[in-house]
């Protein structure tokens, strides 16, 4: 049997449509961390929350990394096959009191304040239990009045109070489907995953996970947040703002864009190759202190 590897990374998309220029560029980011060090790179399907599933949407993006060269290792995990380990460790957090079951309709959060990400930062109402009469809808993770801190290693040290900018979190939905950030910390300790390399959409996201990470005893990643790709008008690429799939044509050229987004432009030379060759290229060049640390607006969406 071969040594472990050193490091792991993954790609975690969900499958609600496929791939456009703003995921290539996480993706790309993440695969050539990995290769640049010899390093695993595996791919998780993020197809928990059902609802927002697009039939067939999996195997499109699946079809659309082989296409740009982006090779994993492994199968491929899907979070939809998950639950049970899901359930483990959210039974974890109530046996220790860590979590607590919420009776909160959306209604009544409608009034609480809202982060800069427009999420509710929770009241902490049902935090000593609930009111008589209540029903148990969502279960929330407690959080503490402490900065967590960590060193992004694009964006450099960053630090978050939990307990000011999100409130105790949901990590069981009221429709009964565990929450993404229980998943996602439960998955990457799975996985084996050393090294987090995702869009900067996902940010602050990262404190909640590292907590989630301690109350479980399972090791945090590094973490290292890519630029987002927005329009000409500011706006995150994304299925809301109706950004296109990837082109199945011209694929050099747009992972030419997406390596010059990420700090890494090919030079003149290897215009019209294909991703093979742009990727062994910036394979051995790939330096993430090169990574932008802000947006950067696409020159063309593809
Ligand atoms: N599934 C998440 C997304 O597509 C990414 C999760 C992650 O990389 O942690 O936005």
């Known amino acids: 049997m071969s040594a472990p590897a050193v490091y792991t990374g993954r790609f975690a998309p969900s499958p609600t449509g496929p791939l456009h220029f703003g995921s290539l560029v996480a993706a790309v980011a993440s695969w050539l961390d990995a290769r640049a060090v010899g390093g695993r790179w595996r791919v998780r399907m993020e197809d928990l929350d059902t609802p927002r599933c697009v039939p067939g949407a999996a195997d499109t993006i699946l079809a659309q990394l082989e296409a740009y060269g982006l090779v994993w290792d492994d199968g491929v995990l899907h979070q939809s096959q998950r639950t049970e380990a899901y359930a483990a460790a959210l039974d974890r957090l ?15 959060l409608a009034a609480a304040p809202r982060n800069a990400e427009g999420e509710t930062i929770y009241p902490g109402t049902c935090r000593a239990g609930l009111a008589p009469g209540a029903v148990a809808r969502a279960w929330r993770v407690r959080v503490d009045a402490a900065n967590v801190c960590f060193q992004d290693r694009v964006r450099g ?10 409130g105790d979190f949901v990590v069981r939905r009221a429709d009964g489907l565990f929450a993404y950030q229980l998943a996602v910390v439960v998955d990457d300790a799975f996985q084996g ?4 390399v995702r869009g900067a959409d996902l940010l602050w996201n990262t404190p909640r996970q590292i907590h989630l990470q301690h109350l479980l005893g399972l090791p945090t990643p590094r973490y290292a947040h890519v630029p987002l790709v927005v329009n000409a008008a500011g706006q995150k690429l994304s299925k809301q703002t109706l950004a296109p799939a990837l082109p199945a044509s011209g694929r050099g050229a747009v992972l030419a864009d997406a390596l010059a987004a990420l700090g890494h432009a090919p030079p003149a030379e290897l215009q019209g190759e294909g991703p093979e060759s742009l ?6 060049r790939w330096h993430i202190e090169n990574v932008p640390g802000h947006p950067v607006v696409a020159k063309r969406v593809p």
């Open 157 to 166: 040290h960053l630090c978050q109070r939990l307990d000011i900018g999100v």
């Open 279 to 284: 990727l062994a290229w910036a394979r051995a």
């Open 94 to 108: 109530k046996a220790t009191d860590h979590a607590y079951a919420c009776a909160c309709t959306r209604s009544q």
């Open 193 to 196: 995953v050393t090294d987090v």
